[in-house]
């Protein structure tokens, strides 16, 4: 019973030193990583300080446990490169592998996201004006002058401001996307609405720090008093945004997002489209394009139209013009037309759907639908066209309703083009629906429509479906026939099974008839994938050759990956050794990364060791991984180099490793080292017989292995003998005695000594 209650208190005090928990969980985005961390309670303080590329996020508290374990398991080593827990200290060391920078957003008082975002230089183009904290009309002033309030409603009631006279107004009627300035100041005002929430929301959060005003700064109306626990300033720069470097008589101090939504209102101003906001509907709304007569009576008028009196071109009926060839998918006329015409916001948003009408990807100088595919509505169908990555579930059905409202031949147009996007963002059951919708309206679909469907069975699975469609077309003399068959090699490698050899001649026959053109490249790499399949790697190679030779270094490098992944699954060692040496796969750049690290493990089974140095030297990255330290570590090992060995493996805490390292430590001389980590991964037997070469025989007793108990117990010194009485015999007994124990310690030693030899027998040579 006093035991019971002496453990109570013990009990009791480790409940209250217990160490709190704070989870970190991560996701990977486009163009972030993030990572979220669950506080123990709201009142729980961080800090974030950065050091070069280290970024320390300190988490206060008497004992914190950093739950680390699971962060890289849904992101790549791209942006975070590693991290390092300090659960004493409550800090957690970010090693970044990019030029980036981490951005932290607390959220929902318990939890607090840190993004690790690319570090883009700000735009330099003089156009975009630089917003002041005063959302006030910008004027020029002598000094500069920051209107801000901490309320939502009075912030609401602009301050009046007095206008420079020499400052003309700005003409806003020909901005991107916008068709008059009073929907442009619309969403000037929406953006403002949303900026001062987040303000209010940031205020709430102790995330503001608000200086008081001097009486003469010329602020107007009276202060607004702020929590008087204000926040620590950050040791980073990054999150501050650009405003608030610019003045030392600031009011505010900004984190997050206020910067970016800052740089959308100055965007707007300059007739650019923000990069968190969308295209109006009306910009892309191409069903009203096509007049109120038919194509030809259209088509008449506004060719009356285009020359006006005085012989001078009339741009809005060449506009009207180039819309109207859109509609109609007539899209190189209208890329025409446009060509006569300035280059404009709207223009630009016209030529990237002329182009999508051809079949083709906008040119990166034209990003009219770049950033787009959050949107809804017809901005996202254009946007996803455009080969824009839809986001969220509102984008997929402003997607759909987009095309459910075109004309009927926009639809079966548009539609398979629609269908292959979504396929390929892995949105199969959208692609059904719109495939279902087209078929329901015309019974009898073109060949456009077998394409997209044999494209999404493949996708589902239906491989056997998918395949008999795309040699269906890939038959038949129509324009999407070449396109057919490079998918079907495409579908015979997903499924890893040879296509036929009609196909493959035909693929081949492709290659050399588009050789010059623009499906040359894909042509090719089907034509190596297809000889790839067959197993014919000495053809294959040489159709990379021609790859890297018309199709650049690259494009080369990617088909000779899956090449060399495919010949050591299905090549002899011989033939895998000689390739490698022929076409100089160790060659940097000829093969990934990746290639050359699985080649190089073939290479060291093998015993190539200076060819497996060599692929390695191929497989460098600026993170190494897991699997090439243990290569690097087994080709030390090989080259007896121990503490090479133990350098390579720091910080890697696997049985691989720890195998390893019992490796080298036993080839140093630690042979009881390498006892004791054997004997930690289970290897008993490994680990009694480096115990017996350390001479650790006291560990030896209790082996299951009954030759090396026996020669322990036989080798250990014995204890010293207990006197014995004497007696008028004594030197004769005793005489015989120790004659006795002689020969019976001699027997006993040869037994022994045969059982070892036994025990490490060697094998004989074979001839």
Known sequence: MKQLLFAVPLVMAASAGAAQDVLFRSGEHEDFTRLVATLPSPDTDWTVSRDGRFYTIKIDGDRVNLRTNTIFDKIPRDRLANIVANDAAGELELELACACRVVSIPYDERYVIFDIRDDLPLPQNDDIPQIPLSFGEAVAVEKPQRQFRFSAIEAAKPAPVKLAETTPKEDYSHLLAFENYVERNAQVQVLRGDLIKQVDRAANQNLLQAQTPQSDNGLVGNPVKMAETLVVPQSSS????????????????????????????????????????????????????????????????????????????????????????????????????????????????????AYIMDGHTPPTDNPAFTKQGHCAGNTALWAALSGETLVGESSIKGTLDALHKMPRHLRDYLGPKVSNRLVAQGETEAATLVLNAI????????????????????????????????????????????????????????????????????????????????????????????????????????????????????????????????????????EVISWSIQEQLATPGKISADAALKLAQKTFEMGFLGETKRLMQAAQTVIPSDEKRLLKARVALADALPKRVEAELMGLETPAADRLRARARALAGDHAGAAQLLAALGARSEAETEAWLDGDLASLM???????????????????AAETAPSTDRVTEGMLARNRALLEGAAESRNVLGDLLNLHSLSEPSS
């Open 238 to 353: 990054d999150h501050v945004p650009p405003q608030a470097a610019i003045g030392q008589d600031l009011n505010i101090v900004a984190y997050n997002v206020l910067d970016e939504v800052g740089r959308d209102i100055a965007a707007l101003l300059s007739g650019q489209v923000a990069a968190g906001r969308c295209l109006p509907d009306s910009a892309v709304d191409i069903s009203s394009w096509s007049g109120e007569g038919s194509f030809v009576q259209e088509l008449a008028r506004l060719r009356q139209e285009v020359v006006g009196e005085f012989d001078r071109t009339n741009e809005a009926a060449l506009l009207e013009l180039a819309q109207l060839y859109v509609h109609y998918t007539f899209g190189a006329e209208a890329l025409q037309i446009l060509e006569l015409l300035p280059n404009t916001g709207e223009n630009n948003i016209l030529s990237a759907m």
């Open 702 to 720: 209790a082996s299951e292995n009954e030759v090396l108990r026996r020669a322990s117990t036989h080798l250990m010194p014995p204890e010293e």
């Open 439 to 574: 078929e329901r309206a015309n019974p009898k679909p073109d060949v456009n429509f077998d394409f997209a469907q044999a494209t999404l069975d493949a996708e589902l699975g239906h491989t056997e479906e998918a395949t008999e469609t795309l040699v269906e077309i890939a038959s038949q003399n129509s324009d999407i026939a070449t396109t057919a068959v490079i998918e079907l090699i495409e579908t015979h490698v997903k499924q890893g099974l040879p296509p036929t050899a009609e196909t493959v001649s035909l693929v081949g026959a492709l290659a050399v008839e588009h050789k010059t053109g623009a499906m040359g490249p894909p042509l090719r790499r089907a034509h190596a994938m297809a000889r790839m399949l067959e197993h014919e790697f000495i053809p294959a190679f040489k159709i990379i050759d021609d790859i890297e030779t018309r199709d650049g270094t690259d494009a080369a490098a990617k088909v000779r990956s899956q090449l060399v992944l495919a010949m050591l699954e299905h090549a002899d060692d011989f």
